[in-house]
């Protein structure tokens, strides 16, 4: 029996604004990651999602990224280790205040947008990150992309960590994400991207970008709770997996 974790990003609302189909998303998937106020959420917003991932019965990580609510962290910032770790420290301390208060345990971290990108080229950076989950708790998991700087970073520090795939995004041959800004990025077709979800898990292989297979292993499929048919293709993934005997489980049963 094949396991796999399904995460998805949630709690990226921000005051007024409305993003994300968190309500239904959140029964199909296994984790999810909640954003801590620097790209997206606020506290009421943060609150809101941990009560509702609790009721859902579903583990919770922290999802932090770059103090860039404008871009939505999406855009590289020039930090320094130092800052880099702080900015972590901070906002998982920011969810784990409301964990605590709904008596619920955090499992995971998983950075967000640029800094999970960089992150995943950049070792120091990743070890910055580490140390600063280590610090804090080091009973939780780092979620990082499979193959990356990050998974070495953990390895090197003993943090645990599970590797990450994406349904709908393009690889590049170095096991990188392929640019949001680069045509072919995003996979849309829900049958290609579930056929590969299934190559992922049960062969170790992805097809990239240039059509060339690559190895990788996989602990957490993520999945995007924000796109326009987000929520059916959550549904057809879950199902797909099940008719293929890999159970969907937390992070902290697969590892």
């Known amino acids: 029996m094949y396991k796999v974790d399904l995460n998805c990003d949630l709690g990226e609302s921000f005051g007024s604004y409305k993003?994300?189909?968190?309500?239904?998303?959140?029964?199909?998937?296994?984790?999810?990651?909640?954003?801590?106020?620097?790209?997206?959420?606020?506290?009421?917003?943060?609150?809101?999602?941990?009560k509702l991932a609790k009721a859902a019965g579903v583990s919770i990580g922290a999802h932090p990224g770059f103090p860039d609510l404008v871009g939505f962290g999406r855009r590289n910032m020039n930090v320094s280790p130092k800052e880099a770790k702080a900015m972590v420290q901070y906002q998982i301390g920011a969810l784990d205040s409301f964990c605590r208060a709904q008596g619920?345990?955090?499992q995971h971290v998983k950075p967000h947008g640029a800094l999970y990108n960089m992150a995943g080229k950049d070792l120091k950076l990743a070890e910055a990150i580490c140390e600063g989950i280590y610090e804090v708790n080091p009973k939780l998991i780092l979620l990082a992309l499979s193959g990356s700087e990050m998974i070495n970073a953990a390895q090197n520090i003993g943090l645990k960590v599970?590797?990450?795939?994406?349904?709908?995004?393009?690889?590049?041959?170095?096991?990188?994400?392929?640019?949001r800004t680069k045509e072919g990025a995003m996979i849309t077709d829900e049958e290609v991207a579930i056929k590969r979800v299934i190559k992922m898990i049960k062969e170790n292989k992805v097809t990239t970008i240039t059509g060339k297979d690559i190895p990788i292993k996989v602990d957490s499929i993520c999945v995007h709770g924000d796109g326009a048919k987000a929520l059916e293709f959550v549904k057809k993934?879950?199902?797909?997996?099940?008719?293929?005997?890999i159970e969907i489980v937390p992070l902290n049963q697969v590892l």
């Open 162 to 179: 599970a590797r990450e795939a994406f349904a709908d995004r393009a690889y590049e041959e170095d096991g990188s994400l392929v640019a």
């Open 104 to 106: 619920v345990k955090m």
């Open 19 to 50: 993003l994300g189909l968190d309500e239904e998303v959140i029964s199909y998937i296994s984790s999810a990651n909640i954003a801590c106020g620097f790209h997206a959420a606020d506290p009421l917003v943060m609150d809101y999602t941990v």
């Open 237 to 245: 993934i879950k199902l797909s997996l099940e008719t293929e005997n």
